[in-house]
């Protein structure tokens, strides 16, 4: 190894001391910045100050790519941007990449933002095409670089929350080489390998949070609040606000009411509440004590809560009087079955004010430490969900807190949020969308959260849209399409993103957003068993048609499914991926699988790694020896029929034929609609006349789970019944 010179020496020492006793700084891994030339060191771009952070160990053999015109902007500029330690180039110049590349190509180390500019979100931003370019030329090894934590100190550039001293870490990563595209044109190659970096950095920033972040949702929220006690992060339809501060104070008393309640070997606990403040308070109480919370589907009915219930093992429930109530909930069932109904409303009376006023005021003082006193085990099991069963009986999944943690982190490496954003989430927390994207990812990254009781109060939702000015949208293609025909077009004028998933985007609702509400709906793909983001379409990598890329972490495979030309069965794995189901039988199905999760989808990904879903497995039908999917016919009739109103709705359905094996029936929510007028849709959208339903059959109000996909368990058992009946 060279030796450094003694006054590089000293000065390293002297910046690294600084850093040290400032912002707690920390580096890993830096025995790679040994890796002799051609190599690029690229790190994500926050502050002006990250040069600072890298030369700490960074030595004068290392170059740092700069601006020659923005050095010029004042005399500390040219001191800082212009020495022994840059590279000065004029950005506006086509000769600045050659320049480079012949630096790199004579076994130079170049120090390269391939942001080109500080993050504007907190986050990483697009990433320009000209390191692509240099890494065509040079095949020079690429080190990415992860600043930790220069997000939240003052010189950071976004609009969010800061501090003086916040802690800083760099993590450095193994360097390797780019991949080879033989046969590509100059630039397809540099695009795909823009892509490439930009993936490299988004997985090495998954893993150094995955390594050092908090272990555990609890851990995550407890760090948020000491962070920001006063924010107001969660508001209800009730109008009540909740601090950090408050939601940490009314967890812990509710914590305290369950420790003396139940004993040591009571895990698993029900909840059945709806989205309201009260909902996160009980689970973060649950998760204070160890126990396992298991959210119940109160739109299944008593029937399947009571199966739900006893597949968990519950005895007790915590519920609410004024929900049950008004949401008209038949509990005498699960009453009669054992169970235990734990009414918030009691529980709150044995708690007094003096408590309540002695714990705030304590925690006025002093913040709980993220896992203090807690067993910090991400392997542990967080809750327990129940899948909607649109196709037979809900299984029980059983999610860490790796597994919720590691799908938070996915997510907001995947899009950048901001943290002015205000999530309205009106999806119900016993449904994977709702809980992990829609309340547990804002509420520990320290972004606003408004819970909303239902989904289906079409014309109240984008009125309290905009009363609360919220910025991020989550629903289902069913939801969208209902807020879309009841909003003003103003009401989403603080729109920046809409999430859709558990259904299909038709391009009707993507079209009317964008003409009516000038918003893009970004399409993402999931299932409760993955926690249950697989991929998402981003605001910086969008593809419509597709359900979006896969996340940073994800693993897959498509297995060649018979009759299937394009695609095929699609598995998938990741840190995200559940630890298993309740059920002994789907259970032991999915362990041997050896952590692959088996989605039973029919998707194609292409060499992007952009998901496309073809249907579910159980959704085609062998007509003739040819394999037809029910969803693609489905999503060619959705919209086919303006004369009929934007109401009308067909759910496509197989059944027993003894001269083709199978047929299509289509039930429809429009008396009006005819085979004939099916046929014509089909033909005119290029399906063949193998897709063209035989019969069309006519209900009022197609069955709904509570996420708003169609329940084709109960819509095939309806039309069974209905042919018996004759």
């Not at 504007?120 to 020079?140: I, N, P, S």
């Not at 196709?391 to 799908?407: D, I, Q, S, Y």
């Not at 249950?532 to 359900?547: D, K």
């Not at 073809?614 to 086919?640: C, N, P, Q, W, Y």
Request: proline share 6%.
């Amino acid at each position: 190894m060279e030796s450094l010179p003694w006054n590089v020496r000293w000065l390293q020492r002297v910046i690294r001391l600084l850093l040290r006793v400032l912002f707690r700084f920390r580096a890993y891994n830096t025995e790679v910045l040994q890796t002799p030339g051609p190599v690029l060191l690229t790190p994500n771009h926050l502050t002006w100050i990250d040069w600072l952070f890298l030369i700490a160990h960074v030595d004068h053999r290392w170059r740092f790519v700069t601006s020659r015109t923005t050095a010029q902007t004042s005399p500390l500029h040219r001191w800082i941007m212009i020495n022994r330690f840059t590279f000065p180039i004029d950005t506006a110049s086509p000769y600045a990449v050659k320049q480079m590349a012949e630096h790199l190509m004579q076994g130079g180390r170049l120090v390269l933002f391939p942001e080109g500019r500080m993050s504007r979100t907190g986050a990483m931003m697009k990433l320009y095409e000209g390191t692509g370019f240099l890494l065509f030329k040079t095949r020079a090894r690429v080190i990415p670089c992860y600043l930790r934590g220069a997000e939240r100190i003052r010189w950071a550039k976004h609009k969010g929350w800061k501090r003086w001293l916040a802690p800083v870490s760099v993590h450095y990563g193994q360097p390797l080489e780019p991949p080879q595209y033989p046969g590509l044109s100059t630039t397809a190659a540099r695009l795909r390998l823009t892509r490439w970096l930009r993936d490299v950095m988004l997985e090495q920033q998954l893993a150094v949070e995955q390594a050092f972040g908090p272990p555990t949702v609890t851990a995550a929220l407890l760090r948020m609040a000491a962070a920001r006690p006063g924010f107001r992060v969660l508001e209800d339809f009730t109008g009540q606000k909740l601090t950090y501060r408050r939601l940490v104070v009314g967890a812990e008393l509710l914590a305290e009411v369950w420790r003396a309640q139940w004993p040591e070997e009571t895990q698993r606990i029900g909840v059945l509440l709806p989205n309201a403040n009260a909902l996160p308070v009980t689970l973060l109480s649950l998760w204070l004590t160890g126990k396992v919370p298991a959210l119940l589907n109160y739109t299944t009915g008593p029937a399947v809560m009571r199966a739900c219930a006893q597949l968990a093992g519950l005895r007790h429930i915590i519920t609410s009087r004024a929900f049950i109530t008004r949401a008209r909930l038949r509990v005498e069932p699960l009453q009669e079955a054992g169970l235990e109904l734990i009414y918030l409303e009691d529980v709150r009376q044995r708690i007094s004010s003096g408590r309540r006023l002695a714990r705030m005021c304590w925690r006025c003082l002093k913040m709980p430490r993220a896992g203090a006193g807690l067993a910090d085990h991400r392997d542990a099991t967080a809750v327990i969900l129940f899948t909607s069963g649109s196709e037979g009986v809900p299984k029980g999944v059983e999610l860490t807190h790796g597994n919720l943690m590691a799908n938070i982190r996915q997510l907001f490496t995947a899009v950048p949020f901001q943290d002015d954003d205000r999530f309205f989430n009106a999806l119900p927390l016993f449904h994977s969308f709702g809980l992990t994207a829609g309340t547990l990812a804002p509420l520990t990254r320290g972004l606003g959260l408004f819970l909303y009781p239902s989904p289906l109060h079409y014309r109240l939702v984008p009125e309290v849209f905009y009363d609360r000015a919220c910025t991020v949208l989550l629903g289902t293609n069913t939801f969208l399409n209902g807020y879309a025909r009841r909003a003003h077009p103003y009401d989403f004028y603080q729109l920046r993103y809409i999430f859709a998933g558990a259904e299909k985007v038709q391009e009707s609702t993507a079209q009317t957003y964008a003409r009516k509400f000038g918003a893009r709906i970004l399409e993402g793909y999931g299932a409760t068993e993955c926690s249950p983001v697989i991929a998402v379409n981003s605001p910086l990598e969008p593809r419509f048609g597709t359900a979006g890329r896969l996340l940073p972490g994800m693993e897959y495979r498509v297995e060649p499914v018979e009759g299937v030309p394009q695609g095929g069965r699609l598995l998938v794995r990741g840190p995200n991926v559940m630890k298993g189901y309740l059920n002994p039988e789907a259970n032991a199905a999915f362990q041997a699988l050896g952590g692959w999760y088996d989605t039973g989808d029919i998707a194609h990904v292409d060499e992007d790694r952009y998901v496309t879903l073809l249907g579910r497995l159980k959704r085609f039908a062998k007509i003739s020896g040819e394999m037809v999917s029910l969803t693609a016919v489905e999503e060619a009739l959705a919209g086919a029929f303006p004369q009929y109103g934007q109401r009308c709705t067909v759910a496509v359905l197989s059944q027993p034929d003894a001269d083709k094996g199978e047929r299509l029936v289509a039930v429809a929510n429009d008396a009006r609609l005819t085979v004939d007028d099916l046929r014509q849709a089909l033909l005119l959208r290029g399906l063949p006349a193998l897709c063209v339903p035989r019969e069309v059959v006519y209900l009022r109000e197609l069955p709904l789970l509570g996420t708003g996909k169609v329940n084709y368990r109960e819509l095939q058992s309806w039309l069974a019944a209905r042919k018996q009946g004759g």
